[in-house]
């Protein structure tokens, strides 16, 4: 006869088993994970930029290299035609989040969205975020494992017979993908903490820029140019006078977070070991390739990007995005197993209520049950 504690042991076995055989999908399916994630954030963006020629038809201020790539009349084009782009970039988003005609569907949705940005920056507004996010969603449109979560995928299971369905979805793949996107977040990362000590060489760790920003000197989403006298190129490479928006001061929802964020703003210690340690965490990015340092110096990013978010308004989602699907979640899953089967072994040799000392003298002694 089954126990209840027989029953309990089965389901918990059986959840057991169904864990460890769905977890690997977690880390073989990154990549497709960080498409599903990315590709919405991107494509809505994208779509109001296309839609945004709608009201005024943009007038190009500077043409950089992609710009000059595109054809006059493909230009013209996308430029007097807005409503019809408008939706062929919602339809490419919604083909790139489900997974149906995955590649292609990537390839054009980050093309249209890397033209819409290029006629941004020729106005003057340059998306930091997007950025890398246009650079990885083309790395993806060629990578092994963009569509190992996709309908798509799905489809060529069902004609290969329907045999083992989480079996074929994390069956291994190349990885040159993966490092791909590891180098172009190394490379963004190390970029900014050079860019930091060109502009002002060791200067940027007295605290005084972060300062700037937290005292409300920047509030809102206005761009502002300081120092006087009209704009200039301090090299051929940026702006000499150009700051950020505060987005988050005076909207940080408690009086004690804007306490907190006044107490920053207003001490110096603090605003050079925090400007410091960004820095410092910016310079190193080529860490990330040291497999030991790794999910470290990822859950670092996160860390940083989720303070400039709370503190500026600026959380950079597409880049934690990024950071928390490249971590190492094979050695989190590995050790999620070995716990697992080692409470499963336990269970199993526990004692059973009821079988105590009683039945093994009675398989002991033949005479008992006479």
Not at 13 to 20: E, I, N, P, R
Not at 68 to 88: I, Y
Not at 140 to 168: M, Q
């Amino acid at each position: 006869m089954t126990t209840k504690a027989d029953a309990r042991t089965g389901w918990q076995t059986a959840l057991t088993a169904a864990v460890l055989k769905v977890l690997p999908l977690l880390w073989v399916g990154r990549l497709s994970w960080m498409r599903i994630a990315l590709a919405p954030i991107f494509g809505l963006y994208t779509y109001r930029l296309v839609r945004g020629w709608q009201i005024e038809q943009p007038q190009l201020a500077y043409e950089g290299w992609m710009l000059r790539l595109v054809p006059e009349s493909l230009r013209e084009f996308l430029f007097t035609h807005p409503q019809a782009v408008g939706f062929a970039v919602l339809g490419l988003t919604v083909l790139s989040v489900v997974g149906l005609a995955t590649r292609p569907a990537l390839f054009v949705l980050a093309a249209i969205g890397l033209f819409a940005r290029a006629v941004d920056t020729s106005q003057g507004v340059f998306d930091h975020e997007s950025s890398l996010t246009t650079q990885v969603l083309l790395v993806l449109a060629f990578a092994p494992g963009t569509n190992a979560v996709s309908l798509e995928h799905v489809i060529r299971w069902w004609r290969a017979g329907r045999k083992d369905l989480w079996g074929y979805l994390t069956a291994p793949y190349r990885k040159w993908g993966v490092t791909l996107v590891l180098g172009l977040l190394a490379l963004t990362y190390t970029a900014s903490g050079l860019s930091k000590l060109r502009f002002s060489g060791f200067r940027w760790m007295d605290g005084e820029t972060l300062g700037f920003y937290l005292r409300g000197l920047t509030a809102g989403n206005q761009v502002y140019l300081i120092g006087g006298g009209p704009t200039t190129w301090r090299d051929d490479l940026g702006l000499q006078m150009y700051t950020y928006g505060n987005y988050s001061y005076g909207n940080y929802g408690s009086a004690a977070m804007a306490g907190i964020v006044d107490w920053v703003a207003h001490t110096p210690a603090v605003l050079i070991a925090v400007s410091s340690a960004t820095v410092l965490l910016e310079i190193s990015g080529f860490l990330l390739f040291i497999p030991r340092l790794r999910s470290f110096m990822l859950i670092a990013y996160i860390g940083m990007h989720t303070t400039i978010g709370l503190l500026m308004g600026l959380p950079f989602w597409d880049y934690q995005i990024i950071c928390f699907l490249l971590i190492e979640w094979e050695l989190v899953g590995a050790w999620a197993a070995r716990r697992l089967s080692a409470r499963q072994a336990a269970r199993e040799r526990a004692p059973v209520p009821g079988a105590g000392p009683s039945a093994s003298i009675d398989e002991a002694d033949p005479l008992s049950s006479r």
